[in-house]
């Protein structure tokens, strides 16, 4: 059974220092962590010149391709009716990327298929958790 899907995805670049128009990106969805995605960008596309994650509400994005979500350092809104702006915000700066929606639908049914939305509390390792919560306080 798929517990991990990763797809890759190209995405453009709004507003970011590096002068990269077009990036590879890729979006992660882990059965063990039912609630999150994961999206990582190329050591190309940052400021640091390493490879850069970002782990979000699966959620968030479920929703920000359909209406304007997030108010943290994660932001998800429609841009067109093809295309979904991502903004990421960092003490460093803020980066948007635009996205073809239709990759990023795809890539949540994908996720639904390994944990249905809804469901995701169902896949939750509680005592695996809190073993590492509690790990070296002893």
Do not use: N
Not at 1 to 25: C, G
Not at 42 to 50: D, I, K, M, N, Q
Not at 115 to 127: F, R
């Amino acid at each position: 059974m798929i517990t991990v899907i990763e797809q890759a995805v190209q995405a453009r670049l709004i507003a970011t220092a590096p002068k990269v128009e077009t990036v590879p990106v890729t979006l992660c969805y882990d059965r063990a962590d039912p609630f999150a995605v994961r999206m990582a960008f190329p050591a190309l596309a940052t400021l640091e010149g390493v490879e850069v994650s970002w782990t979000f509400a699966r959620e968030l994005l479920s929703s920000g391709i359909r209406q304007p979500s997030g108010t943290g350092d994660v932001r998800v809104r429609p841009y067109d009716g093809d295309r979904t702006t991502i903004e990421f915000h960092a003490a460093e700066g803020v980066a948007i990327v635009l996205m073809v929606t239709g990759e990023l639908q795809r890539f949540l049914d994908r996720a639904a298929v390994v944990v249905p939305l809804g469901l995701e509390h169902h896949y939750l390792d509680m005592d695996h958790s809190l073993a590492e919560l509690m790990r070296g306080s002893c």
